[in-house]
């Protein structure tokens, strides 16, 4: 008799652990899919750099979360200036602002008119300058677009 307790409590036990990591793997899976749906949704603000060169303004638009700018023709904003190093400074957009931060250039990148070592915040209206270039940017609405429930709405059809 105490034997077939025995082996009831291990089945139970088994179906209750089993149980546990099917709930747990659900969980997870819908976690993933809520977060793809976030990272899906997700903005990126654009904004403009006003490159000033040899006395002449060039206007540039972007709205991609990474800016690269440097002498190398493959980056964001291909600057022929000998002061410019290959890859002189990286604009990247996370934690909901835009950060301006020096690749090591020789000679140096400013943020309104103080040189920058670490990567730094900025905000429209600010003024870079690398080597010799002088660029002002303007940064546009910061919108970031929460998700929609789009995994109820795959499940249930629109009722109109």
């Known amino acids: 008799m105490s034997g077939s307790v025995v082996l009831a409590l291990r089945i139970l036990t088994a179906l209750a652990l089993y149980g546990f990591l099917g ?28 490159v000033t060169l040899g006395g002449q303004g060039t206007l540039r638009y972007f709205h991609q ?23 002189h400074a990286h604009l990247t957009y996370h934690h909901n602002q835009w950060w301006l931060e020096d690749l090591a250039s020789t000679n140096g990148t400013k943020l309104n008119d103080a040189r920058i070592t670490t990567p730094t915040v900025i905000t429209s209206g600010d003024d870079i300058q690398c080597g010799g270039v002088k660029m002002s940017v ?16 795959q499940s249930q059809p629109d009722q109109q």
């Open 23 to 50: 709930w747990v793997l659900v969980f997870m899976v819908r976690e993933v899919q809520r977060q793809g749906i976030v990272l899906a949704n997700r903005r990126v603000p654009g904004i403009s750099i006003m």
């Open 65 to 87: 979360a990474e800016i690269t700018i440097g002498r190398d023709p493959g980056c964001d904003i291909p600057l022929s200036e000998d002061t410019i190093s290959a890859r």
């Open 138 to 153: 303007s940064l546009s609405e910061n919108v970031i677009i929460e998700p929609t429930q789009r995994l109820k709405k």
